[in-house]
């Protein structure tokens, strides 16, 4: 069963950091790209930042450019969100999403993708 699960979020202070984790299962987070969105209250989700399939490049939207880092453990499975200097306008739900899991099709030699989305973890920025 294919899964992601993120933990880390809570409670910060303007100005403080926070680390998130996605823990994969089911596959590995060096077959594709993966990415955190985020979804603020009342708004649309949106993509925050992306590492590609190999880990050598890293992409980010303007908002968190320069405060947030995207990097993976692939002995761990696991891809993380480091956010620093945190705004009350980074208050979200963070979701780590891989949209291209490969897997197969029960009961056939066949294989299909998959989109992956983890359960969300709240962070709130917040004096």
């Known amino acids: 069963q294919v899964q992601l699960v993120e933990s880390g979020g809570g409670l910060v202070q303007p100005g403080g950091s926070l680390r998130l984790s996605c823990k994969a299962s089911?596959?590995?987070?060096?077959?594709?790209?993966m990415n955190w969105y985020r979804q603020a209250p009342g708004k649309e989700r949106e993509l925050v930042a992306s590492?590609?399939?190999?880990?050598?490049?890293?992409t980010y939207t303007d908002s968190p450019k320069g405060r947030f880092t995207i990097s993976r453990d692939k002995a761990k499975n696991t891809v993380y969100l480091q956010m620093n200097s945190l705004k009350p306008e980074d208050t979200a739900v963070y979701y780590c999403?891989?949209?291209?899991?490969?897997?197969?099709?029960?009961?056939?030699?066949?294989?299909?993708?998959?989109?992956?989305w983890g359960q969300g973890t709240l962070v709130t920025v917040s004096s």
């Open positions: 089911g596959f590995t987070v060096s077959d594709d790209a």
């Open positions: 590492i590609t399939k190999d880990g050598d490049s890293t």
């Open positions: 999403n891989c949209d291209r899991v490969r897997v197969q099709i029960p009961g056939t030699p066949d294989y299909t993708y998959l989109e992956v």
